[in-house]
């Protein structure tokens, strides 16, 4: 789940398809680092709309 800021509301929510033990090979397959992406991307956006808000 990525949460927006105030107040706190769930921004997105992932499933995230792959087994629990994440050893340092999962972490470092392509399809975690897309999982990071995904979740990245989406607190940037939150942070650009927030700054954006108190611009105004």
């Given at each position: 789940m990525v949460i927006k800021g105030r107040p706190?509301?769930?921004s997105t929510t992932?499933?995230?398809e792959l087994g629990?033990?994440?050893r340092v090979?999962?972490?470092r397959?392509?399809?975690f680092a897309g999982y990071a992406d995904q979740i990245w991307?989406?607190?940037e956006?939150?942070?650009r709309?927030?700054?954006e808000m108190r611009a105004q």
């Open positions: 706190g509301r769930v992932l499933d995230i629990r033990l994440r090979v999962v972490k397959s392509a399809t991307s989406e607190i956006l939150q942070v709309e927030s700054s």
